[in-house]
């Protein structure tokens, strides 16, 4: 006796179908498997499923299957396959395909994979080393020598009560072991340290206080949103870029989706669109490019 998925999970007709179009992409662009590298693992009425097969649907089916050790998974994976060979054929012999449904959501599904195939093709062709690296410089030249400054804070709700802590270290009390005790802000924990942040990413009055300080200095009461601060300056120095290979794979993602967002743009453009839902000049404005409005950018 086979494990399989709950049903409701198995013949989620929609779900499926869109994750149909993760599965085929996933492999649109790989090379061909040998024999070898690609065994079959079953065969329902005469039908294979292939190893690659398991790999595809496991991509799809990811989430459910996160906490599942290996076995488990390629089990559950392979009995998920078996059930939608048998399942399938049976919609096969009622016809199913032959309804209208049926082949709206089958078009549906072609133009998507289609986009998604294409779309993939030249984020792979535009992420080039050379490009990649361009980005980086870039974005690097806009970070290094911001200041950047590392400092802890105590967060009480009154002034009154700010008071009584800037009173507590001017007598020699460890402003870590006191943000522990005294402090409301959830990283008191950490005796109150921030870390290294920069001017734009903390609230004016504290980015203010914080950065006039110089190291080892302790602030007055600060009012902020959040209520009463008592802040001291660790450290502080100039920021520098990441290395490249620390941010590698945020800038493929962002050089991927650019090129497609601009080869859509560039295909709107060239491409004749009617809107018939609305007046004529709207239908015209939302005829032109909307990079980031396009369809999701396909994987690669």
Same mark, same amino acid.
């Given at each position: 006796?086979? /494990?399989?998925?709950?049903?409701?999970?198995?013949? %989620?007709?929609?779900?499926?179908?869109?994750?149909?179009?993760?599965?085929?992409?996933?492999?649109?662009?790989?090379?061909?498997?040998?024999?070898?590298?690609?065994?079959?693992?079953?065969?329902?009425?005469?039908?294979?499923?292939?190893?690659?097969?398991?790999?595809?649907?496991?991509?799809?089916?990811?989430?459910?299957?996160?906490?599942?050790? =290996?076995? /488990?998974?390629?089990?559950?994976?392979?009995?998920?396959?078996?059930?939608? &060979?048998?399942?399938?054929?049976?919609?096969?012999?009622?016809?199913?395909?032959?309804?209208?449904?049926?082949?709206?959501?089958?078009?549906?599904?072609?133009?998507?994979?289609?986009?998604?195939?294409?779309?993939?093709?030249?984020?792979?062709?535009?992420?080039?080393?050379?490009?990649?690296?361009?980005?980086?410089?870039?974005?690097?030249?806009?970070?290094?020598?911001?200041?950047?400054?590392?400092? %802890?804070?105590?967060?009480?709700?009154?002034?009154?009560?700010?008071?009584?802590?800037?009173?507590?270290?001017?007598?020699?009390?460890?402003?870590?072991?006191?943000?522990?005790?005294?402090?409301?802000?959830?990283?008191?924990?950490?005796?109150?340290?921030?870390?290294?942040?920069? &001017?734009?990413?903390?609230? =004016?009055?504290?980015?203010?206080?914080?950065?006039?300080?110089?190291?080892?200095?302790?602030?007055?009461?600060?009012?902020?949103?959040?209520?009463?601060?008592?802040?001291?300056?660790?450290?502080?120095?100039? %920021?520098?870029?990441?290395?490249?290979?620390?941010?590698?794979?945020?800038?493929?993602?962002?050089?991927?989706?650019?090129?497609?967002?601009?080869?859509?743009?560039?295909?709107?453009?060239?491409?004749?669109?009617?809107?018939?839902?609305?007046?004529?000049?709207?239908?015209?404005?939302?005829?032109?490019?909307?990079?980031?409005?396009?369809? =999701?950018?396909?994987?690669?």
């Amino acid at each position: 006796m086979t /494990t399989s998925f709950p049903a409701t999970q198995r013949f %989620r007709y929609a779900s499926a179908l869109a994750g149909s179009l993760a599965l085929a992409l996933s492999l649109a662009f790989a090379g061909p498997l040998r024999a070898a590298d690609d065994p079959v693992l079953a065969k329902v009425n005469g039908a294979e499923i292939k190893k690659s097969d398991v790999t595809m649907a496991e991509e799809e089916l990811g989430p459910s299957l996160a906490q599942m050790d =290996p076995a /488990t998974k390629d089990e559950n994976v392979l009995s998920f396959l078996i059930d939608m &060979k048998i399942v399938s054929k049976a919609a096969e012999d009622r016809k199913i395909a032959d309804s209208e449904e049926f082949k709206k959501r089958l078009a549906f599904a072609r133009n998507r994979l289609l986009m998604d195939s294409l779309l993939a093709g030249e984020g792979k062709a535009a992420t080039t080393p050379d490009a990649m690296k361009k980005v980086y410089e870039e974005a690097a030249k806009q970070i290094t020598g911001e200041q950047e400054v590392r400092a %802890r804070h105590i967060l009480v709700e009154t002034e009154d009560e700010a008071k009584a802590v800037k009173a507590e270290l001017e007598k020699g009390a460890d402003f870590a072991e006191l943000a522990k005790k005294k402090s409301k802000d959830p990283g008191s924990a950490d005796g109150g340290d921030l870390g290294f942040f920069t &001017k734009e990413q903390m609230v =004016p009055e504290f980015s203010a206080v914080a950065f006039s300080l110089e190291p080892g200095k302790i602030s007055d009461p600060v009012k902020s949103q959040f209520g009463w601060h008592i802040i001291k300056v660790e450290e502080k120095r100039n %920021r520098k870029a990441p290395d490249f290979e620390q941010v590698k794979a945020q800038i493929e993602q962002y050089v991927t989706r650019k090129a497609q967002a601009e080869y859509v743009a560039k295909l709107r453009t060239e491409a004749k669109v009617e809107r018939l839902d609305q007046p004529a000049a709207d239908a015209s404005k939302d005829a032109k490019p909307s990079d980031s409005k396009m369809a =999701p950018p396909a994987k690669k």
